[in-house]
C-alpha cells in the first residue's frame, strides 16, 4: 500500500497557467500534474508553448498568471531560494549549457560543490559514477569544445544527475543534434526512464514519446488541448488537431 501511494504521488501540479511576453500570450490556461516516476512527453508543434511552460516550471520564466505546485507548495507565491529550488528540478537544455572554461568533470562537480555543499572527494566520486552511468568517464577531463553534441548532452545529463534532483526537465534535447547523435542521447534517457527517474520532456522525438512515455501531452497555440497515456494520444486522439500533427508520423 505503500509503494502504491509513493507511485501516486504528485511532484509537479500546473494549474491555470498563463504566460504573456507584451501582448502576445503563449500560454492560455495550462493544467497537468506530474506523478513521482512519471516520463511526462510534451508535443506539438513549433511555437504552441511547449519550451515556454518548461520554462516556467523551474522558474526561469515567471508566469503572468496560475499556479504551479512543487509537492503541494506553491512556487511562484512565496519567497525562495530559486538556486536550491532547481537543484530539486534539474534542466537539460538543448544547446547543452556547459561551462566552457571547465573540464567534463569539473561541469559536473560544481552543482554539488556549490549549490548542495559536498566537498570535493565526495563531488568527484559522484560525477565519476554518473559520468560512468552515460558513457563519458573516459572524455572526464575533455573540454566541450572536444566533444560532439552527443557527448555534450550526455555530460549534460549526467550533471543534472549529480544535483539528485526530483524531477529533470528536457527541453528539446535532441534537436541540436546529428542524426547520428540523436541515439546515443534517447538510450540514455529510455534507461533513466526504466529507472523511474521522474521526466518532463520536451520532444520532436515521436517514436520515443510514444514507447517510453508514461503521459503524452499534446499542446497547441498555447493550450492543452489533449493530454492521456501515449496509448490512446497516438492511437486513439479524440482530437483532430492531435490527429493531423500524428498523421504524418503513424503513417511512417
Known sequence: MAEKKRKEEIVIR???????????QVLKGVDFHVRKGDVTCIIGASGSGKTTLLRCLNLLETPTSGQIYFHEQPITKYKMNIEQFRSRMGMVFQSFNLFNNMSVLDNCMLGPIHVL?????????EAEKYLEKVGMHPQINAMPHQLSGGQKQRVAIARALCMHPEVILFDEPTSALDPQMVGEV?????????????????????AFARDVSTKTIFMKDGSVVEQGSPE?????????????FLARFMAG
Open 186 to 206: 534517447l538510450a540514455v534517457m529510455k534507461e533513466m526512464a526504466q529507472e523511474g527517474i521522474t521526466m518532463v520532456i520536451v520532444t520532436h522525438e515521436m
Open 14 to 24: 500546473v494549474d491555470d497557467l498563463k504566460k504573456s511576453f507584451g501582448n502576445h
Open 232 to 244: 490512446r494520444i497516438f492511437y486513439n486522439p479524440t482530437s483532430p488537431y492531435t490527429a493531423e
Open 117 to 125: 555543499k559536498k566537498n570535493k572527494e565526495e563531488a568527484r566520486e
